[in-house]
């Protein structure tokens, strides 16, 4: 990972008005004008920029604009591992995992959701089973009745065995 120097110096850098300016003050000038939050890891980051061996950095903080948001800060720092921005990683770690467990938890729930209703409808089954037999039974008893009653019925009208055999 890289690291700046040891510190920010404080020593003066002189400008166009003649007037002495530090380091810190540039760089908080610097982060001011982009209306940049004083983070300690932007610090970092625009001191890496600003006084940093790596010009590419500076270049990816302009090309973000006159308010550069944070996020995309916080990305050009992790993507240059800079020390600062190591604690974001593990956030982003954390983030991530507990988003991982929430979705594996949703479909969990419902492949649990779905076995229930599955087990509900199975054990529908049986109880569909043992009313279609019920009512088959039903059925056949009401076939027996019915040919029963058409008996009587012919037995009571005194027809001849001849007709009875020659009609059903």
Request: hydrophobic share 35%; charged share 30%.
């Amino acid at each position: 990972m890289k690291s700046s120097k040891a510190g920010v110096s404080a020593y003066s850098i002189g400008n166009d008005n003649g007037e002495a300016e530090t380091e810190l003050e540039a760089i908080g000038r610097h982060m001011a004008k982009l209306k940049v939050k004083n983070l300690p890891r932007n610090y970092q980051l625009f001191h890496e920029a600003l006084y940093g061996h790596d010009r590419r950095i500076a270049k990816e903080i302009a090309s973000l604009g006159p308010t550069p948001p944070q996020t995309e800060l916080d990305d050009i720092g992790l993507k240059h591992h800079l020390v600062s921005h190591c604690g974001l990683v593990a956030r982003k770690s954390e983030t991530d995992a507990a988003e991982m467990l929430r979705d594996v938890a949703n479909q969990l729930a419902e492949g649990l959701r779905k076995k229930q209703r599955f087990t509900r409808e199975r054990d529908a089954v049986p109880q569909t089973l043992d009313a279609m037999d019920c009512l088959n039974a039903s059925l056949s008893n009401l076939l027996l009745y019915e040919t029963e009653l058409t008996e009587r019925l012919r037995d009571c009208a005194n027809l001849p065995v001849e007709a009875r055999s020659t009609r059903v």
